[in-house]
């Protein structure tokens, strides 16, 4: 069961209104009914919360083309104490837009939000190879920006159709990502003082591994942990600490919920090896399935714990 967002709860996101996050947000009926907050950032979206203007913000984090979204992720790690409370997984549609009558040929400039742009490279060399690229600070934005005339003739947006209808634009070329497979995860992220959703049956944990030190086999040191409880990983990744030059911490997504033992005891053996370790949330995952191999896991550990307990009720006690 997903933890729902109350009545009347405010929630920021990245707008403003016809941005794929409001599109992923629009999938979830509390958070639809709630009274949306758009932001011009990632970093305003989170502040929003971490301030107590918004009871909870709503942020893309990953791209299956493009990879996580660092301006949204870099905050969470570095900038704030906030918790990811829940994951969307949205599939995305790219589109190019422009006022009617506009032509693909007449397009001169192509503005978006540079991951969405991203996503649509190949297209772009093909379709428009000449047409000047230019970041805008979301989808939505760069479509007020065409819609308005502020970006000026011959421009055109990559978004949503939602904004195409919202700001009247006509959609000059549907689905130009150039994989059939482009999905977004979204997490909604609440205060860390409220807590953490209670076990939902299916299940992902977030945390950040800060190294002690840089030396051989410490990776493996961390991932062992999770090997030797058959903890499946599902997102491994090394962002820069901002510390020093080749110093990274790791971003660690895995299945199961801290209220585990077995995902407990792994990050119990966690903190005594590393420097630092961030908790960023267990929440209920997208999508079906996963259960069984958490199940599984839980058991094999349940029945290690049995024989080892067996053991060690055979200690004679001290003469």
Excluded at 28 to 56: H, I
Excluded at 264 to 276: G, I, K, N, Q
């Amino acid at each position: 069961m997903t933890e729902r967002v109350a009545p009347g709860s405010t929630v920021a996101y990245l707008g403003p209104p016809g941005s794929f996050t409001e599109e992923a947000l629009r999938t979830q009926p509390d958070l639809a009914g709630a009274n949306l907050l758009p932001q011009r950032s990632f970093a305003q979206v989170l502040a929003a919360v971490e301030e107590q203007r918004a009871d909870a913000g709503f942020v893309a984090i990953e791209n299956a083309i493009e990879g996580s979204v660092v301006a949204a992720l870099d905050e969470l790690i570095f900038e704030r104490e906030l918790h990811l409370v829940r994951e969307v997984v949205l599939p995305v549609t790219q589109n190019l837009l422009a006022p009617a009558g506009t032509g693909v040929e007449d397009v001169r400039q192509v503005i978006s939000f540079p991951v969405a742009t991203a996503q649509c490279r190949a297209w772009l060399g093909r379709h428009v190879p000449d047409a000047e690229e230019v970041a805008a600070l979301s989808t939505s934005e760069a479509v007020r920006l065409v819609a308005t005339g502020d970006a000026g003739p011959g421009a055109a947006a990559i978004g949503t159709t939602l904004a195409a209808s919202l700001y009247g634009l006509a959609v000059l070329a549907a689905g130009i990502e150039d994989h059939e497979h482009n999905v977004t995860r979204f997490v909604l992220v609440a205060p860390a003082a409220a807590g953490v959703p209670a076990p939902s049956g299916h299940d992902k944990t977030s945390i950040v591994c800060f190294q002690a030190a840089d030396r051989p086999g410490s990776l493996h040191g961390i991932l062992g942990q999770f090997s030797a409880r058959d903890i499946n990983l599902v997102k491994l990744e090394s962002r820069p600490t901002k510390r020093a030059l080749g110093e990274y911490c790791f971003i660690i997504d895995f299945e199961g919920h801290v209220a585990e033992e077995v995902v407990a005891d792994c990050l119990r053996d966690l903190h005594t090896t590393v420097r630092e370790i961030k908790f960023l949330g267990s929440y209920p995952a997208a999508g079906k399935g996963g259960a069984r191999h958490r199940r599984d896991a839980h058991s094999a550990w349940v029945a290690a714990d049995d024989w080892i307990a067996s053991i060690r009720r055979a200690i004679r006690p001290a003469p």
